[in-house]
T-cell receptor
Framework: DAGVIQSPRHEVTEMGQEVTLRCKPI?????LFWYRQTMMRGLELLIY????????DSGMPEDRFSAKMPNASFSTLKIQPSEPRDSAVYFC??????????????FGSGTQLSVL | GDSVTQMEGPVTLSEEAFLTINCTYT??????LFWYVQYPGEGLQLLLK?????DKGSNKGFEATYRKETTSFHLEKGSVQVSDSAVYFC??????????FGSGTKLNVKP
């Protein structure tokens, strides 16, 4: 299995631009999570989906952030408009709801976002 | 709300030294507890886990015991190696399937 795949690995953009981060979870996984990692705040849960349905988006910082999961193999996190304080590493993670590994989160390699 | 608190880093040790990284948690119900490790430029990887009180998780020489009475899950290793240099995250999964992570502790092991 290829694992959780995120793209792009690095994104540099200017303030005000729209940014779209992409994630392909592991096939067969029921849950998908978006996390943001910064030095100041550590690892924060932004939103998670179960069977493509958003379950908890209480961690989304504000209306500039939105996430979608149109099907079981793809999710996007969009920031519009972006601001310098959005600069962080954004991780996608997935897990199964059944089986021996159902408690294990599998993380992608992350997207390093820099907003200038 | 549920949360995880772990000791701040960085922690710098010499090779073969003993490692302890403290972790305490706050949660209702009976959470599962985890340690994840993050190597430079990579995502987090599960290191070990414990799902109920008094369970001991272990992997690659690392151990942690689920202590409900002290709400702790401290990570230990008897003899660290340079290759153990990474950031270590303590985490819990609560009864609502939400994961909470600590802020991470950076470990530097010098030869």
């Amino acid at each position: 299995d290829a694992g959780v795949i995120q793209s792009p690995r690095h994104e540099v953009t200017e303030m005000g631009q729209e940014v779209t981060l992409r994630c392909k979870p592991i096939s067969g996984h029921d849950y998908l999570f978006w996390y943001r990692q910064t030095m100041m705040r550590g690892l924060e849960l932004l939103i998670y989906f179960n069977n493509n349905v958003p379950i908890d988006d209480s961690g989304m910082p504000e209306d500039r952030f939105s996430a979608k999961m149109p099907n079981a193999s793809f999710s996007t996190l969009k920031i519009q408009p972006s601001e310098p304080r959005d600069s962080a590493v954004y991780f996608c993670a997935s897990r199964r709801d059944r089986g021996l590994t159902n408690e294990k989160l599998f993380f992608g390699s992350g997207t390093q976002l820099s907003v200038l | 709300g549920d949360s995880v608190t772990q000791m701040e880093g960085p922690v710098t040790l010499s090779e073969e030294a003993f490692l302890t990284i403290n972790c305490t948690y706050t949660a209702t119900g009976y959470p599962s507890l985890f340690w994840y490790v993050q190597y430079p430029g990579e995502g987090l990887q599960l290191l070990l886990k414990a799902t109920k009180a008094d369970d001991k998780g272990s992997n690659k020489g690392f151990e942690a015991t689920y202590r409900k009475e002290t709400t702790s899950f401290h990570l230990e290793k008897g003899s660290v190696q340079v290759s153990d240099s990474a950031v270590y995250f303590c985490a819990l999964r609560n009864n609502f399937n939400k994961f909470y992570f600590g802020s991470g502790t950076k470990l530097n092991v010098k030869p």
